[in-house]
């Protein structure tokens, strides 16, 4: 059951989301590697159903942030989803304890870099928050043409949770991180892989029933709208035509 790929939102969750000390433990290796810095506690504040991982992360500084993961192929709802998280983090603090509020991405496609960093800017460039303070950061799974020995630590985490079997074996030998996701994969039991599939295709089958009520929600909608204006305008017709009706009699009147 390894071969399924872990870049998907149930599957992440399920592996790095769970509340149990194998989780937890490969949730802070990752982190560590994504955020450039020791991650030495993390709780994920979002346990549950939600395929989106939220979590409360501290850091060796004694620094804190708020984070958030996402994983889609669309590259352009993954950017309303980040823009989204990011502001739904950062407006849940208290102001008086604001903590730098971050989102990372992985996106399912070759078109974009590999690793694309975004701020708020101004026309000028200028940053509205402090350098760090909001920032979303999005991976590109599939723009890997490298060899294992090329990759920087990014790349080989991206790599191996996107289960690519060439030099897999090799990463799991040399990279102690990589050593501890795999550890915590491996208490995972046959039929809780088979459960995250099933939500998943559970999941995919409510996001098109939904966009299907939606759209169809959307055209009844502008079918009232049309057919509200095409009474609106014969009912002005109407009138028009009464008024000229009246006006016309009021003339004949006038001459006889």
């Known amino acids: 059951m390894r071969s399924a790929n872990l870049l998907n939102d149930f599957a ?6 769970e509340d149990c000390k194998e989780a937890n433990d490969a949730l802070k290796s990752l ?8 991650v030495v506690n993390v709780h994920v504040t979002n346990v ?4 989106i991982l939220e979590a409360f992360v501290e ?10 993961i996402l994983i889609d192929q ?20 208290e102001e008086y304890d604001l903590n730098p509020c971050q989102v990372i991405a992985f996106y399912d496609g070759k078109e974009c870099e590999f690793e694309i960093d ?25 723009n890997l043409d490298k060899s294992y020995d090329q990759m920087n630590d990014k790349e080989k985490m991206v790599y191996f949770l996107n289960c690519r079997d060439n030099g897999k074996t090799k990463m799991i030998e040399n990279d102690e ?3 501890t996701v795999e550890k915590r994969v491996e208490t995972i039991s046959n039929d809780c892989w088979t459960k995250w599939i099933e939500d998943f295709r559970i999941q995919q089958e409510n996001e098109l029933k939904l966009e299907f009520e939606e759209a169809h929600k959307r055209l009844e909608e502008a079918q009232k709208r049309l057919e509200e204006a095409n009474k609106k305008k014969v009912q002005e017709a109407n009138k028009r035509a009464d008024e ?10 006038e001459m006889t």
Do not use: C
Not at 12 to 17: P, W
Not at 48 to 51: C, H, N, Y
Not at 59 to 68: E, I, S, Y
């Open 12 to 17: 992440f969750k399920y592996v790095f989301g």
């Open 31 to 38: 982190l560590t590697v994504f955020l450039e810095r020791k």
């Open 48 to 51: 549950g159903v939600d395929p």
């Open 59 to 68: 850091f060796d500084d004694n620094t804190k942030m708020k984070l958030a």
């Open 74 to 93: 669309n590259i352009i709802k993954l950017h309303r989803l980040s823009e989204y998280y990011l502001m739904r983090l950062f407006g849940s603090q």
């Open 118 to 142: 975004l701020q708020f800017r101004n026309d000028s460039g200028i940053l509205f928050f402090p350098d760090g303070m909001l920032k979303i950061s999005v991976y590109s799974t599939q």
């Open 177 to 179: 991180v990589i050593q």
């Open 244 to 253: 000229s009706d009246k006006l016309v009699d009021k003339m004949n009147q």
